[in-house]
């Protein structure tokens, strides 16, 4: 009997497993991949026994098995044994770390290998993640590949979350410190279009960044279109071998913003507000457009940070008889309800507690020529909302304000946003540009064209501050407890921490984990956890893709996580991975094993 069959040089079986899959359609997609030897599903499970949660090799077997690994192995050892479950790296499926892969160094101990690797479909890790899904049943049924060790460079991952943030991290030598959690050497963060860095670290291989860069984005193109995507693979002399390649789903419990839904409600609050339709429009902020014109989703639990609706003069004089507020700077007339007024107070405070923040201006300009209506569609609601353009300007005094508010942690974080602000600003105008424009597009074209050069007026300030104070070394550590998100969002967690092994009995309802690693031996605990925190990376690790599949926000290389203790209450800035004390544990009522905790319901 043939045990090993050539991955490329046969028709597929349908128990090859998904990582088996997906590495035949890279190499049919034209990638390169390592040489691969595959043992179906059906052989492994006839090749061995199960015994608890460990899989020896029958007896009657061994001898085979060594003729035909001493045939195709000799003189390519060391190998990597890999897992290729039926349930691991599907569009619905990525199973990140939860099975097992080993490296083999002799003919001698692949026996061991194989069988640990197939006894993974029954561990703790595969049940877990079963439960996590919500699915029900045995184990997938397990294949297994045998690839040989390749040396390179360096390895690790490039990983493109939301469409929007493509990450490149990589290491000397191979991929597996990347994944399995380790902080990688280098780290770089990308543009939407992929085609240039926003942030390349001193002394990384800008070459090896911009082939693994490429390389992410051209297998979406061709496997996983409009769907996050993370490539694991190795890079020697700017050529890019692939190890592997998954999809980051979510479960559903995170879903794409409802933009539709977010103007239904604005349109609605202005019609409790007192505004008619004509009175008012919303401004088109560079977020605004990116939904408008490229279609650019966010997740549920991403907002935008404000939305400016300006008034024209009719709307003016209704906000003025009602008694609003009016704050003057400049040529900018800002308008907000009087704190007295207990019913338009309310609406504003329910709105912002789903989010939605707002900033009323004065338009000064006629609105017939200088807005625009739409008609949108949501709960079965048809309204028309009028759209307009502000006017944009760098303001005196404000390089001497950016330089003395900022630090190096949020001047990178400026930076990247002013780079994607430019780069939709272009996208947005090349759109318009294509085709015939009305009088309101052409003049949105020319505020673009101003946008565009404030954005890298702020950048050359941005990035003569990070010149100035040390170019791209980040800040000293110090004793703050801080980590970088996984995905930036204005929103702040709060919630008791659960340190390290007390997550297996922390009897909190929900809590946030701290610990060196998320292990998938706690997938059990996912729809308790209401953040990550790990001290290890990096982006494309397990950990990472995990929480981004179903949902948990994560902070990563997080620092001074031993000055927390199981207990505190923290409070977790997504916005900056800041985290904050709001109340030491109690040593002896708090404990996560006491009555206290357990009646705390926190």
Same mark, same amino acid.
């Given at each position: 009997?043939?045990?090993?069959?050539?991955?490329?040089?046969?028709?597929?079986?349908?128990?090859?497993?998904?990582?088996?899959?997906?590495?035949?359609?890279?190499?049919?997609?034209?990638?390169?991949?390592?040489?691969?030897?595959?043992?179906?599903?059906?052989?492994?499970?006839?090749?061995?026994?199960?015994?608890?949660?460990?899989?020896?090799?029958?007896?009657?077997?061994?001898?085979?098995?060594?003729?035909?690994?001493?045939?195709?192995?000799?003189?390519?050892?060391?190998?990597?044994?890999?897992?290729?479950?039926?349930?691991?790296?599907?569009? *619905?499926?990525?199973?990140?770390?939860?099975?097992?892969?080993?490296?083999?160094?002799?003919?001698?101990?692949?026996?061991?290998?194989?069988?640990?690797?197939?006894?993974?479909?029954?561990?703790?890790?595969?049940?877990?993640?079963?439960?996590?899904?919500?699915?029900?049943?045995?184990?997938?049924?397990?294949?297994?590949?045998?690839?040989?060790?390749?040396?390179?460079?360096?390895?690790?991952?490039?990983?493109?979350?939301?469409?929007?943030?493509?990450?490149?991290?990589?290491?000397?030598?191979?991929?597996?410190?990347?994944?399995?959690?380790?902080?990688?050497?280098?780290?770089?963060?990308?543009?939407?279009?992929?085609?240039?860095?926003?942030?390349?670290?001193?002394?990384?291989?800008?070459?090896?960044? *911009?082939?693994?860069?490429?390389?992410?984005?051209?297998?979406?193109?061709?496997?996983?279109?409009?769907?996050?995507?993370?490539?694991?693979?190795?890079?020697?002399?700017?050529?890019?071998?692939?190890?592997?390649?998954?999809?980051?789903?979510?479960?559903?419990?995170?879903?794409?913003?409802?933009?539709?839904?977010? =103007?239904?409600?604005?349109?609605?609050?202005?019609?409790?507000?007192?505004?008619?339709?004509?009175? #008012?429009?919303?401004?088109?902020?560079? *977020?605004?457009?990116?939904?408008?014109?490229?279609?650019?989703?966010?997740?549920?639990?991403?907002?935008?940070?404000?939305?400016?609706?300006?008034?024209?003069?009719?709307?003016?004089?209704?906000?003025?008889?009602?008694? #609003?507020?009016?704050?003057?700077?400049?040529?900018?007339?800002?308008?907000?309800? %009087?704190?007295?007024?207990?019913?338009?107070?309310?609406?504003?405070?329910?709105?912002?507690?789903?989010?939605?923040?707002?900033?009323?201006?004065?338009?000064?300009?006629?609105?017939?020529?200088?807005?625009?209506?739409?008609?949108?569609?949501?709960?079965?609601?048809?309204?028309?909302?009028?759209?307009?353009?502000?006017?944009?300007?760098?303001?005196?005094?404000?390089?001497?304000?950016?330089?003395?508010?900022? *630090?190096?942690?949020?001047?990178?974080?400026?930076?990247?946003?002013?780079?994607?602000?430019?780069?939709?600003?272009?996208?947005?105008?090349?759109?318009?540009?294509?085709?015939?424009?009305?009088? =309101?597009?052409?003049?949105?074209?020319?505020?673009?064209?101003?946008?565009?050069?404030?954005?890298?007026?702020?950048?050359?300030?941005?990035?003569?501050?990070?010149?100035?104070?040390?170019?791209?070394?980040?800040?000293?550590?110090?004793?703050?407890?801080?980590?970088?998100?996984?995905?930036?969002?204005?929103?702040?967690?709060?919630?008791?921490?659960?340190?390290?092994? %007390?997550?297996?009995?922390?009897?909190?309802?929900?809590?946030?984990?701290?610990?060196? %690693?998320?292990?998938?031996?706690?997938?059990?605990?996912?729809?308790?956890?209401?953040?990550?925190?790990?001290?290890?990376?990096?982006?494309?690790?397990?950990?990472?893709?995990?929480?981004?599949?179903?949902?948990?926000?994560?902070?990563?290389?997080?620092?001074?996580?031993?000055?927390?203790?199981?207990?505190?209450?923290?409070?977790?800035?997504?916005?900056?991975?800041?985290?904050?004390?709001?109340?030491?544990?109690?040593?002896?009522?708090?404990?996560?094993?006491?009555?206290?905790?357990?009646?705390?319901?926190?």
């Amino acid at each position: 009997m043939k045990l090993f069959t050539n991955l490329f040089s046969a028709p597929l079986p349908p128990d090859a497993g998904g990582k088996a899959a997906g590495l035949r359609a890279l190499r049919e997609a034209g990638f390169t991949v390592p040489p691969t030897w595959l043992l179906r599903a059906a052989v492994v499970e006839r090749l061995f026994k199960r015994r608890g949660g460990s899989c020896a090799l029958r007896p009657a077997w061994a001898p085979e098995l060594g003729r035909q690994a001493r045939r195709l192995f000799d003189g390519r050892f060391p190998v990597i044994v890999r897992s290729s479950a039926c349930d691991e790296d599907r569009t *619905d499926s990525p199973a990140a770390g939860v099975y097992t892969s080993m490296v083999v160094s002799g003919r001698e101990g692949l026996a061991d290998a194989l069988g640990t690797c197939a006894a993974s479909a029954f561990g703790a890790r595969a049940a877990d993640y079963r439960r996590a899904q919500g699915r029900r049943g045995g184990a997938a049924p397990m294949a297994l590949l045998v690839q040989p060790w390749l040396a390179a460079e360096c390895g690790g991952v490039a990983t493109l979350y939301h469409s929007q943030r493509l990450v490149v991290e990589l290491a000397p030598g191979g991929s597996a410190g990347v994944t399995s959690g380790r902080a990688a050497a280098w780290r770089a963060i990308y543009e939407l279009a992929g085609s240039r860095a926003l942030h390349i670290p001193p002394g990384a291989p800008a070459a090896a960044m *911009d082939a693994a860069a490429a390389a992410v984005l051209e297998v979406q193109r061709a496997l996983y279109p409009n769907q996050n995507v993370s490539v694991e693979l190795l890079v020697k002399r700017g050529h890019c071998t692939l190890l592997q390649a998954r999809p980051l789903v979510c479960d559903g419990r995170i879903k794409a913003l409802d933009m539709d839904r977010v =103007y239904l409600r604005i349109f609605e609050m202005m019609q409790a507000l007192g505004f008619r339709d004509n009175e #008012w429009a919303l401004g088109e902020t560079i *977020d605004v457009l990116a939904y408008n014109y490229l279609d650019i989703q966010r997740k549920r639990n991403e907002t935008l940070e404000h939305f400016i609706v300006f008034l024209f003069p009719r709307g003016l004089r209704r906000a003025r008889a009602q008694g #609003w507020i009016v704050a003057r700077r400049g040529m900018c007339l800002t308008l907000f309800p %009087d704190r007295d007024d207990a019913r338009r107070q309310q609406l504003m405070a329910k709105l912002s507690r789903e989010g939605l923040l707002f900033i009323f201006c004065r338009y000064f300009q006629k609105y017939s020529s200088r807005s625009r209506a739409k008609v949108f569609m949501s709960g079965g609601r048809s309204f028309k909302m009028r759209f307009a353009v502000g006017y944009t300007g760098f303001t005196r005094g404000e390089a001497r304000f950016l330089r003395r508010r900022l *630090d190096r942690a949020s001047a990178f974080q400026l930076r990247e946003r002013l780079d994607y602000e430019e780069l939709w600003s272009r996208r947005v105008r090349a759109r318009l540009l294509g085709g015939a424009r009305a009088p =309101y597009e052409r003049r949105l074209c020319r505020m673009l064209e101003r946008q565009i050069r404030i954005s890298q007026r702020r950048r050359r300030i941005v990035s003569s501050f990070l010149r100035a104070s040390g170019g791209g070394a980040q800040r000293p550590p110090g004793a703050e407890v801080r980590g970088l998100p996984l995905v930036p969002q204005p929103r702040v967690v709060e919630g008791t921490a659960v340190m390290h092994r %007390d997550i297996l009995r922390a009897r909190w309802r929900s809590f946030i984990y701290v610990a060196h %690693d998320l292990e998938p031996s706690f997938l059990h605990r996912l729809d308790r956890l209401r953040a990550v925190l790990v001290s290890r990376g990096a982006f494309g690790s397990h950990a990472a893709a995990l929480c981004a599949q179903f949902g948990v926000p994560l902070l990563v290389e997080t620092r001074n996580i031993s000055r927390l203790r199981t207990g505190d209450r923290l409070r977790v800035d997504l916005s900056d991975g800041r985290v904050s004390l709001a109340r030491p544990h109690a040593r002896s009522a708090g404990a996560p094993g006491s009555a206290a905790a357990a009646g705390a319901g926190l």
